[in-house]
T-cell receptor, first 111, second 113 residues
């Protein structure tokens, strides 16, 4: 079991470029989440998907879009990257509203 | 806005000592969870305590919850160098927003061998 996997591990973008962060889980979980973590901060929820076919905004959704491609995969898209989106992005999954399992993170630098 | 606030922000102790971290939150919760994050890694779930529980143990971890004070504490006994990490509390709110965890800013624990 790989758990939660994220690609890429590291990315550098120029302002205005777009990219998609990929996340996949092999635990057959219903719920998936995208967070960002900035230095000295806890995680802030960007978007989540409580079940396949549904997505909802979290605390900081502006500038992002998501797609729940199937039960396993949940992608995060930056349409026009901005320096303020420089952060570490974590994907997580859970069976219910309790323990979440996190991926290793994607470090994004927007110049 | 962040629900949980950990205290202290940083803690440095000698190996073998106990480490206590505190978390305060603002609104009613279904449960409170503690996670550990090693440097450069993802978060790992440590322990969950439900709103109707007051204390819970898991190995060297002891968590308490006081819903009247909206606070929780995490005690790590007989600390080891491998416990060096950041520790975050996370709350799952009641009603709308259930399934969403709100994280605090974390306590950075350094255990000196």
């Amino acid at each position: 079991n790989a758990g939660v996997t994220q690609t890429p591990k590291f990315q550098v973008l120029k302002t205005g470029q777009s990219m998609t962060l990929q996340c996949a889980q092999d635990m057959n979980h219903n719920s998936m989440y995208w967070y960002r973590q900035d230095p000295g901060m806890g995680l802030r929820l960007i978007y989540y998907s409580a079940s396949e076919g549904t997505t909802d905004k979290g605390e900081v959704p502006n500038g992002y879009n998501v797609s729940r491609l199937n039960k396993r995969e949940f992608s995060l898209r930056l349409e026009s990257a901005a320096p303020s989106q420089t952060s570490v992005y974590f994907c997580a999954s859970s069976e219910g509203p309790e323990t979440q399992y996190f991926g290793p993170g994607t470090r994004l630098l927007v110049l | 806005s962040q629900q949980g606030e950990e205290d202290p922000q940083a803690l440095s102790i000698q190996e073998g000592e106990n480490a206590t971290m505190n978390c305060s939150y603002k609104t009613s919760i279904n449960n409170l969870q503690w996670y550990r994050q090693n440097s450069g890694r993802g978060l790992v779930h440590l322990i969950l305590i439900r709103s109707n529980e007051r204390e819970k143990h898991s190995g060297r971890l002891r968590v308490t919850l006081d819903t009247s004070k909206k606070s929780s504490s995490l005690l790590i006994t007989a600390s080891r160098a491998a416990d060096t990490a950041s520790y975050f509390c996370a709350t799952e709110g009641r009603g709308a927003g259930s399934y969403q965890l709100t994280f605090g800013k974390g306590t950075k624990l350094s255990v000196i061998p």
